[in-house]
Structures are given as structure tokens and as C-alpha cells.
């Protein structure tokens, strides 16, 4: 199957070596990265997680997102999401892909990075993230590849996908909720020490991954003579509505907490994000910018009119995800590192060789998800859908 | 199993680090031992022994002169890069300058609203304002980074200590998101190039792991007093929590003693007396 990714127009191939022009610029700068240590990042003793980590853990989100076509598709046999579920389950392997990528930019030592399994550690939420990270990956890629083969074939799935499809539903559910246990377990930490932050954590993937996911709807309408159905979108529209409303829910409750009960070491964070806290306030006006992109998303999905209005639906879709990525990738990670456990106020800043490094992993991902949607809809127009 | 292989391994290292002996593994491992006779694996005589480590600082003596001393007996004799010494371009050419935010500290001044957050108070006595605190890695009993750690390169020994095996350290610093004492650092960096003498009994490390206070471990097992009591002029004690007859125990039960963010159960093994 995979000489369909050989074979394609010349703005493939352009798209394609634009996203290898953007890998080989970010390796040039992980060499450097790779020889002289993170200092070249804006990481520092007070802030010890940054953009990598942040990224990551949006992106567990995105991949968890899958699922939400995943479960009407096999649960409920939901036909219509028929023609997108394997759209669903290879941006998953995508989102995954990134996912581990950043975690080895991360690494201060990525060669030992196989200690982790030389000397598995059950008390270490790490460990666990690992298995359901690799195990989500192995389970989407083996599903994928096989129930588009069958399509390809004009048979039947091979029966034991079956099986690995309701096995990939908890993992997707696990993949966030131990990404969410990575933060919210830690003691000295108050804007993770959240009993909320996996629920919200899955609230803000399962709106973040289908909003991308009517995107690339889109795109491939555009671009194939696949057209994956305008009443699937509108259905996936619906879960985006959903899911958007139910994160903001879930914060809004969280700055109730925080505020009410007026504890500092759970205060100083949120205060930090929304208002800035001693002089600093170098998040504030993205914090704002995420959470009216969220609200305003929120009020256009809600609207029947506005939520069915072909040509507004991506930029509602957008803003969403820009937003999910404002609030859980750029607010999540340094919120929580700000202020310090002595309360000392370090900001962070990404720079620029590292932004370029994150870049380069995106770039990954995507080259990624074209070669497997460029598969997917390729096989799709041959079998006429 | 596990326990009982590093437990020899620390033995070892021990003894390996102070140069007196090492055995083919250590030597892999250990860059700065020159010793080539047999490891010898039981333990020092001379060894200081405790159920569980713990120390006490009387706030009272400590003062900036006392403060500066310790941290830079500390700092020496662990190979802790000074960010602000000059570099020698010669042996280390093409420096690049430092980010003072990714500094390493193993020990350190504080005043007391960062020492304390917790007790912030806006009628605090006014000795207690400009005071000098010393922060350092607690050796917490319900210790949050060696819970995190997925390789166990950071570890609890037997008599509370926490040590990090920094050859095994993958540098995910997640122990770095759970110490809610902010003890630790990372090499953002290779440190070499700044430290100014190194001490050949201790490692020096790379860049890329995390490291703190490791209670002058390899001191202990000489039958030596930490670097920090010895330069504290008698403001700091170490000995056994467990011990009711020990020296700290003494100490804390004839004046009141306070612990850092005593609430969040970490059981710290640092006490202030005030």
C-alpha cells in the first residue's frame, strides 16, 4: 500500500519538501541541542518543563481525539463517521509520533532514554505513560493499516482488529488521563494539585482533536476527490461543541476553587495566568486571547445556524484548537512552574532555536499524516468511498 | 535484588570516589578514581551511622559570614559549577555565556518568606525579615522525586539519604516538578568549564542529569562530618532522627523546631530551630 505515497501531484511533493526543509533546519539546531545540553533552550532552574513538554501534552490530546469517532463508529454503529474513523485513527499515530518526539528533545540524556525500561519503575507515573503511549500507537497503526487494507481489498476486516479497536478506547482514555497524572499527583505544585486536571485534560482533547479533525476534512476535499460527508462533519461539530463546553465548565470550576477558597500556593498560578503576579505577566494576554478563542468557538458551535454554516465552521474549528493549544500549551506547562515552589517568579520564554526544534517535530508529524491521509484517501477514491 | 545491588554499588562508590580503591566497574563508571587495588565491599569501620539521617539548624547562628562559608565548602568539595567563574578560554575555548536562571545549588541562602511560603505573614517579627535561611535538599522520609523518578536513579537508601546515580540519570526532570523545595537542578550544560578547582574525590558531572545535596554521603562513610557542619561554626547538627539520645534529638526537644511545608507529608529531615 505504501507506493501510493510515491505517487502524487506536484503540490504534494512540494508540500512534502517544504516539511523536510522544516525537519532539516530543526535537526541542524537538535545537533546543536544534542551536543551542548538544553541551555540552548529558555528552560531554567525555576521553570524546568517548557515548550516541548507543553506541546507534548496537547498533542496526547489530540491523539486521544481520535476516539471520538472511534466509539460512535464501532459502539454505537454510527455509519456515517464509516468514511472518516481511519481519518480519526492515523492523526492519532501522527499526534503520537510528535508525542514521543518531544519527549526525546526533552531528554537531557536521550541515549539513556532506554534506562526507563532497563529499570522499570511502578511508582513513576513515566513509566506508565510510556506503556499506554506506545501501546495507543502500536494499537492505531496495526487497526489503521489493517482496516484499510481490507478496504483496499473489498473484504472484510481481519477479525482480530475488532478486538484491538474497543482495546484502543481505554487507552486513549488512559493515554490522557496518565499524561494528566504526570502533574496532578506532584505535592508542591497548586495549579496541577487538580482532582479536575484529567477530566479537563479530556474535555480540552476531545474538542481540540475533532475541531482538527473537520479541518483536515476540509483539506481533503479540497485537495482529493475524497469527500469524507458533510453530515459526519456536522456530527463531529457537535462533539467539538460538547467538549469545548464542557473544558471551559471544568476551568471555570477550577477558578472557583482557587479563588474562594483563597489559598495562596493555589492562587499565585491562576493569578500569574490571568492577571500576572508581582510585575510579571508575560502569559496574560495569550491566556485571554485562549480563552476568548475557546468561549467564542463555544458560542458559534452552539448556535445551529452558525455551527452549520459551511464556510465559518473551520474558523470556528481554529479558534478552538488555537485556543485549547493557548490554554494547555503555553498556559498548562509554565503555570504551574510559576511561581516556584519558594515562590520566587521566573518567567519563560521559549527561544528560538528551541521554537525551531518544536517545529521540526510538527513538521515530522505532518509529513506523517500526509503520507498516511494521502493512503487513506487515495484507497478511499479507488473503492469509491 | 535491586536494592541489594545498589546498596553494594554505593558501597563501593564510596569508597571508589575517595580514591582508595575501585573496581573495574567503578573505574568504567568513575572518571576521577585512580585507585587500581581490589573494591573492598564491607563497611567502613570508621562509618557514621544513623536509622535515618536527619540535621537541625539553629537560625540563630547562622549569619551571612557563616552562610557564605558553608555554601562554598559544599559547592568545592562537590564539583558545583560557579556560573560566575571566569572560564579559562585556553582549556575551554568557545564558551558560550551562561543563563544565571540555570544555575546549580546545592545549597543556599533564603530569606524566610521564600524558606517558608507557607508561612507568610504579614506581622512577622522583624528579626525575621532580612534573617538567612539555609535551604537545601530536605531527605524528605515520603521523598515525592525519588517517587517520580522512572530509571530510580534517584534513590532512598536504608538510612533516609536520598542519592542520585547520576550515570544513570535520563534528565526527564520530572524529580525537578515533584520536589516542592525546589533542591534541584540540572546541568543545562556541561559544568566543567566552571567549576575552578576540581576536587578529584568527587565526581564531577555531565550535562544533561539532575543533582543535589547528597547529605555528604561519601563523607558518612568515612566517619566524617558533612561539609556544611564542619564550615557551620555549630549552627548546623546532624545525627539520628531515630536515635531518642541522638545530638538532634536533643537539640529538637529543647527548642522549637519548625520544617519546610510541613503540611504537603513529605516528612522533611531538615529542622529550624527559631
Same mark, same amino acid.
Given at each position: ?47 524546568? &518543563?517548557?515548550?516541548? !513538554?507543553?506541546?507534548?501534552? %496537547? @498533542?496526547?490530546?489530540?491523539? =486521544?481525539? +481520535?476516539?471520538?469517532?472511534? #466509539? ?119 495549579? &496541577?494539585?487538580?482532582? !479536575?486536571?484529567?477530566?479537563? %485534560? @479530556?474535555?480540552?482533547?476531545? =474538542?481540540? +482533536?475533532?475541531?482538527?479533525? #473537520? ?141 525551531? #526544534? ?28 | ?274
Amino acid at each position: 500500500m505504501l507506493e501510493i505515497a510515491i505517487k502524487g501531484s506536484k503540490n504534494y511533493w512540494l508540500w512534502i519538501v517544504f516539511l523536510l526543509a522544516v525537519i532539516g533546519a530543526g535537526a541542524i539546531v537538535y545537533i546543536d541541542q544534542f551536543m551542548n545540553g538544553l541551555m540552548i533552550t529558555g528552560m531554567s532552574r525555576d521553570v524546568s &518543563w517548557g515548550f516541548y !513538554i507543553a506541546n507534548f501534552t %496537547f @498533542l496526547v490530546g489530540v491523539a =486521544a481525539g +481520535g476516539v471520538m469517532v472511534v #466509539i460512535p463508529y464501532y459502539l454505537h454503529n454510527y455509519e456515517k463517521f464509516h468514511r472518516i474513523t481511519i481519518l480519526g485513527e492515523f492523526l492519532a499515530v501522527a499526534s503520537l509520533v510528535m508525542c514521543l518526539l518531544f519527549i526525546i528533545v526533552d531528554l537531557g540524556q536521550p541515549t539513556r532514554m532506554l534506562n526507563v525500561l532497563l529499570y522499570p519503575s511502578p511508582k513513576s507515573m513515566l513509566f506508565y505513560d510510556m506503556l499506554v503511549l506506545n501501546g495507543y500507537l502500536f494499537l492505531n497503526i496495526v487497526v489503521g493499516w489493517k482496516v484499510l487494507e481490507a478496504e483496499r481489498n473489498q473484504v472484510e476486516p481481519v477479525w482480530w482488529t475488532k478486538p484491538l479497536v474497543y482495546l484502543s478506547i481505554p487507552f486513549a482514555i488512559g493515554i490522557h488521563t496518565v499524561t494528566a497524572y504526570l502533574y496532578c499527583g506532584l505535592p508542591g505544585r497548586g495549579y &496541577w494539585l487538580t482532582a !479536575i486536571l484529567a477530566p479537563r %485534560f @479530556l474535555a480540552s482533547a476531545f =474538542a481540540a +482533536g475533532p475541531a482538527f479533525l #473537520i479541518i483536515l476534512c476540509y483539506i481533503i476535499k479540497k485537495f482529493t476527490k475524497f469527500d469524507p460527508g458533510w453530515e459526519a462533519i456536522q456530527t463531529l461539530s457537535k462533539i467539538v461543541c460538547w467538549a469545548i463546553i464542557a473544558n471551559l465548565f471544568f476551568f471555570l470550576c477550577e477558578v472557583f476553587v482557587v479563588y474562594y477558597s483563597n489559598i495562596p500556593g493555589h492562587k499565585a498560578h491562576l493569578t500569574y495566568l490571568l492577571f500576572g503576579y508581582h510585575g510579571y505577566h508575560a502569559l496574560v494576554p495569550w491566556m485571554w486571547t485562549g480563552l476568548i478563542l475557546m468561549f467564542t468557538g463555544a458560542i458559534f458551535l452552539v448556535i445551529p445556524q452558525l455551527r452549520n454554516n459551511k464556510a465559518l465552521l473551520p474558523f470556528t474549528c481554529a479558534m478552538i484548537f488555537i485556543g485549547a493549544w493557548i490554554d494547555k500549551g503555553l498556559g498548562m506547562i509554565s503555570g504551574g512552574f510559576v511561581p516556584s515552589p519558594l515562590h520566587h517568579v521566573t518567567e519563560y520564554a521559549p527561544t528560538r532555536p528551541e521554537i525551531m #526544534i518544536t517545529l521540526a517535530v510538527y513538521a515530522t508529524g505532518f509529513l506523517v499524516l500526509t503520507i498516511l491521509y494521502k493512503l487513506a484517501t487515495q484507497v478511499k477514491e479507488e473503492v469509491g468511498g | 535484588m535491586m536494592k541489594k545491588s545498589r546498596r553494594s554499588f554505593l558501597k563501593v562508590a564510596g569508597i571508589a570516589a575517595i580514591g582508595f580503591s575501585a573496581s573495574p566497574a567503578i573505574t568504567f563508571a568513575s572518571s576521577d578514581s585512580h585507585g587500581t587495588a581490589q573494591a573492598v565491599k564491607s563497611k567502613n569501620k570508621e562509618a557514621l551511622f544513623a536509622h535515618r539521617w536527619g540535621m537541625v539548624i539553629d537560625t540563630s547562628k547562622i549569619t551571612d559570614e557563616v552562610v557564605e562559608s558553608i555554601v562554598e565548602a559544599c559547592h568545592k568539595a562537590h564539583n558545583v559549577p560557579n556560573f560566575n567563574h571566569e572560564v579559562d578560554a585556553e582549556k575551554y575555548p568557545n564558551t558560550r555565556p551562561v543563563n544565571h536562571k540555570q544555575e546549580i545549588k546545592w545549597i543556599w541562602e533564603e530569606e524566610f518568606h521564600y524558606a517558608f511560603p507557607d508561612k507568610e505573614d504579614e506581622f512577622l517579627a522583624e528579626k525575621f525579615h532580612n534573617l538567612p535561611f539555609l535551604v537545601t535538599c530536605n531527605h524528605c522520609k515520603n521523598a515525592s522525586c525519588v517517587q517520580a523518578c522512572p530509571t530510580q536513579a534517584t534513590f532512598k537508601r536504608e538510612d533516609g539519604i536520598v542519592l542520585m546515580d547520576y550515570h544513570r540519570c535520563i534528565g526527564c526532570r520530572f524529580c525537578m516538578a515533584a520536589c516542592p523545595f525546589g533542591a534541584r537542578s540540572f546541568n543545562f550544560r556541561n559544568p566543567r568549564p566552571f567549576i575552578e578547582e576540581v576536587v578529584p574525590a568527587f565526581p564531577t558531572r555531565s550535562k544533561g542529569v539532575v543533582e543535589k545535596c547528597n547529605f555528604c554521603a561519601e563523607r558518612l562513610a568515612k566517619g566524617e562530618q558533612p561539609h556544611c557542619v564542619e564550615a557551620s561554626e555549630g549552627a548546623i547538627t546532624v545525627g539520628d532522627l531515630e536515635d531518642p539520645e541522638s545530638e538532634v534529638r536533643v537539640l529538637m526537644n529543647e527548642h522549637y523546631t519548625i520544617r519546610r511545608k510541613q503540611s504537603l507529608g513529605t516528612e522533611p529531615s531538615v529542622y529550624y530551630v527559631m
